[in-house]
């Protein structure tokens, strides 16, 4: 018989629905029980696509004898964490400060007053590999709850009382912005694998905050950007990336990027088109657009709904091919065996071979649960040059195999059993994926493919606002699925999708986007804002559930929702001139000086934008004619990240902007030609009709 969870809306949690665990969601319901029953509640957090997550699932809780266990002496609770970040958040911090270490599935024993007392990540159910196994934890805590009460109770309040006091790093710059900063770009070349690319040693995790801080100090001051290329060109060689389909995987577990943990997650996707993006824009390399092109594509084709909000993720496992197991493998929907390919090319078999490097005996340089035997992770292994020295064949022949040899691996990919896709669409993931598309539009405002681009951010933006904005409430919601939107947004969700808004409504000129923009930003300061401490808080602080408000300093898989606040807001004053947002840039980068730039690296590319030249730029001509997008798409190519870049088109259009954005009232077309204006501080150059002036001025300036 299905638990409780069934009738949750959590694509995690209903994968737990048939478990002989008597599962509980966070909620009421379970904590009265804990305290009727007077029994410690096991929290379990995880997420849908999180491989180890379901290994734990089938190791045990699909167990009878461990289900039995945790019925028997507990209260269990199953959280979502892309759906409670809040809930999360406060349970890693204490996983991490007493174990040193932490991840999914996340496993917590609390007090009945939700209080930890014990926890940690994933549990084999039997002691091996040096870990301790989830059956004689469950039966060792239930002891100590029994017969140890007090000292377990007592430890608990010393442990909350503890993390209450933890430092989260937001305190008084010792050093000036511009030491910071320098600090901050010495410590990633120390990090540097100048071998693989990246940062550190494995696993390797794709952070993009980093390489768009180095390209934003690359621009201030010429630092960095030997680092960001290497690290582009390396990701997108690897077999963290998916050569088939598009779309990079969530993090490789060595050091060259070759094999991946194969889930795939919306926010890297949003965060890496960007990184390309500006990696495009910096040093003019094809690949870097390719590659942003190509998983913009794999959202657009497999990540999308139909109603045109964005999906969260693609599950790491999948049922193999052939059907000759009935249990699910981490990454047997991406790997192909040399016979294979073999039998798909034929007498193309070498060039695909070579390419990709594919092996007889596999290609996986790091396995170390044998799940890669005989089995190849597509990379680039080789260059078009090589692969055609070594088959003899002229390049250009290579280079149409290769085409052609994608395609064939798709619809040989296609039959196959997909991975699961985690349908939920959140708000703030939404945020980032539009802040991609729109970003890539104007970019690529030139291209046959930004009509789609701009089209698709557009959509997504409509529906998250027509389904996920209480507009009654003016309350942003977190969660969509199956026809329901619920939970109240966090700070990091209002900041994403500001960024997107901005991005969109310098894309396609809509101002509806730049009012909802402001309306969100000035919703996320009535809830989140800090007046003491500066930053924005993740939570309202409205829920008792959730013991500790949290403002979070590090940048992480995704950024903190200060550090896009900061960006935001600078974005935002250039817009507009509100002095508010000064303030409240300057009390957020006021406290900088405890973050290491290895540990906040968004924080620091807003530090670093915050000292770049940001001028306006706007072209006031017919949105649709020729000359106008000319002149948008050339001053929209250099990087200049500093830049705010408008269209506005004489009469109703300019109305409507300019009661937002009065300084654009007064400005006109000259000789019916589209003009631009640069501006500084809201005052404006001489306008221009010659394209040349206009980026003269522009790329002089930036």
Known sequence: ????????????????????????????????????????????????????????????????????????????????????PDVDRVYMRFVQRTTGAGGWPMSVWLTSDLKPFYGGTYFPPFARWGRPGFSDILRDVARAWSAERSRVTQSAESIMDRL??????????SASAEAALAAGVEQFQEAFDARGGGFGDAPKFPRPSELLFLLREHVRTGAGLPMVEASLHAMAAGGMRDHVGGGFHRYSVDAAWRVPHFEKMLYDQAQLVLAYLEGYQATGDGEFKSVALDTLAYVQGEMTAEEGGFLSAEDADSLPPGGESLEKREGAFYVWTLAELERLFGDDADVVRLRFGAEAEGNAPEDPHGEFARQNILYAARSIDDVARLSGRPADEVEVVLALARQTLHEARASRPRPCVDDKVLSGWNGLMVAAFARAARVLRSDDVAGSLLATAQAAARF????????????????????????????????????????????????????????????????????????WFA????????????????????????????????TLSQLTGDASAADRINATLERLGGLPARAAPMMMAALSASLLPRPQAVVVGRRDAADTQVML????????????????????????????????????????????????????????????????ALTGAA
Request: overall charge negative; glycine content about 6%.
């Open 1 to 84: 018989m299905p638990n409780r969870l069934a009738s949750e809306p959590s694509p995690y949690l209903q994968q737990h629905a048939a478990n002989p665990v008597d599962w509980y969601p966070w909620g009421d319901e379970a904590f009265a029980r804990a305290r009727r029953e007077d029994k410690p509640i096991f929290l379990s957090v995880g997420y849908s696509t999180c491989h180890w997550c379901h290994v734990m699932e089938r190791e045990s809780f699909e167990n009878d004898a461990i289900a039995s266990a945790l019925n028997d002496s507990f209260v269990s609770v199953k959280v979502d964490r892309e759906e409670r």
């Open 164 to 173: 209450s006091a933890v430092d989260t790093g937001f305190r008084p710059a």
């Open 464 to 535: 998250v606002r027509g389904v996920m904005w209480d507009a009654g409430r003016g309350r942003l919601l977190r969660r969509y699925r199956a026809g329901q939107a619920a939970i109240d947004a966090y700070s990091e969700d209002y900041a994403f999708l500001v960024w997107g808004l901005l991005e969109l409504f310098q894309a396609d000129s809509d101002p509806d986007w730049l009012a909802w923009a402001r309306t969100l930003q000035a919703t996320q300061d009535d809830l989140f804002w800090d007046v003491q401490g500066g930053g």
């Open 539 to 570: 939570t309202s602080g409205d829920d008792p559930s959730v013991l500790l408000r949290l403002k979070e300093g590090y940048d992480g898989a995704e950024p903190a929702a200060s550090s896009v606040s900061v960006l935001n807001l600078l």
């Open 633 to 696: 798409a050339a001053l929209a190519r250099p990087y200049a990240p500093g830049l705010v870049l408008l269209c506005v088109e004489p009469g109703a259009h300019q109305a409507r902007v300019a009661e937002l954005l009065p300084w654009v009232a007064d400005m006109r077309m000259l000789d019916d030609r589209a003009t631009a204006y640069v501006c500084w501080a809201f005052v404006c150059q001489a306008p221009t009709t010659d394209l040349d002036v206009a980026l003269q």
